[in-house]
């Protein structure tokens, strides 16, 4: 009788297996998929020149709707500043180069203004940008209904981008890469929390040094 039960559970689990069920995911390898597959073809074409490669560690799916739902949360909490929530994470196969992108909440006074930050450099977009060898950073201040309270007092909501090690030198095309990454993922962020004018950013970045 145990080896029947046993054999009629094996039986059970193949058919599960083979039949019904979730599908696994399609493995998510190349520029254009990572990230929720918000990387325009620019952004793309960005991502593989910073990182030297058209292939990437599978990035699973989920990091959209999870950052929204987040900063939605911090904005129903009242939170003017929160941690950073992380986006997605986009490695290299076979080493740990790695870009980390995150979203957040900013407090006017964490705006750069004039100071002039190492390694980074000023460009005209959004409330303000600045974007470096190693990181970028992109603030926009969004209205939305989703956002109870933003018409009147707008949402303020920054971008990161960051390299956990970077070697790129401290080039106008590194920059310009690394800013049109990242206003790729906040333009499909500030669209999913329904933000007016997608929070004052085009379709394409304006890479216009300040």
């Given at each position: 009788?145990?080896?029947?039960?046993?054999?009629?559970?094996?039986?059970?689990?193949?058919?599960?297996?083979?039949?019904?069920?979730?599908?696994?995911?399609?493995?998510?390898?190349?520029?254009?998929?990572?990230?929720?597959?918000?990387?325009?073809?620019?952004?793309?074409?960005?991502?593989?020149?910073?990182?030297?490669?058209?292939?990437?560690?599978?990035?699973?799916?989920?990091?959209?709707?999870?950052?929204?739902?987040?900063?939605?949360?911090?904005?129903?909490?009242?939170?003017?500043?929160?941690?950073?929530?992380?986006?997605?994470?986009?490695?290299?196969?076979?080493?740990?180069?790695?870009?980390?992108?995150?979203?957040g909440r900013y407090r006017d006074n964490e705006l750069f203004g004039d100071t002039q930050a190492i390694n980074l450099h000023p460009y005209v977009m959004g409330k303000e940008?600045?974007?470096?060898?190693?990181?970028?950073?992109?603030?926009?201040?969004?209205?939305?209904?989703?956002?109870?309270?933003?018409?009147?007092?707008?949402?303020?909501?920054?971008g990161m981008l960051r390299f956990n090690r970077s070697k790129l030198p401290d080039t106008p095309a590194v920059r310009e890469a690394n800013l049109t990454i990242l206003h790729?993922?906040?333009?499909?962020?500030?669209?999913?929390?329904?933000?007016?004018?997608?929070?004052?950013?085009?379709?394409?970045?304006?890479?216009?040094?300040?």
């Amino acid at each position: 009788m145990i080896k029947r039960i046993a054999s009629m559970l094996a039986v059970g689990l193949l058919a599960t297996a083979c039949g019904g069920g979730e599908q696994p995911e399609e493995w998510r390898t190349t520029a254009a998929q990572q990230c929720d597959d918000t990387l325009s073809p620019d952004g793309a074409r960005a991502l593989q020149r910073v990182l030297g490669t058209a292939k990437f560690v599978h990035d699973p799916r989920g990091g959209l709707d999870r950052v929204v739902q987040q900063l939605t949360e911090d904005h129903a909490e009242g939170w003017r500043r929160t941690p950073s929530r992380a986006m997605c994470n986009v490695q290299v196969p076979g080493n740990q180069d790695r870009i980390d992108i995150s979203f957040g909440r900013y407090r006017d006074n964490e705006l750069f203004g004039d100071t002039q930050a190492i390694n980074l450099h000023p460009y005209v977009m959004g409330k303000e940008a600045q974007s470096g060898p190693k990181a970028a950073y992109l603030f926009v201040e969004c209205s939305s209904p989703q956002l109870k309270g933003s018409e009147d007092e707008h949402a303020r909501i920054i971008g990161m981008l960051r390299f956990n090690r970077s070697k790129l030198p401290d080039t106008p095309a590194v920059r310009e890469a690394n800013l049109t990454i990242l206003h790729s993922v906040t333009l499909a962020v500030v669209k999913k929390l329904g933000c007016r004018n997608n929070a004052g950013l085009l379709d394409r970045p304006v890479l216009t040094p300040k």
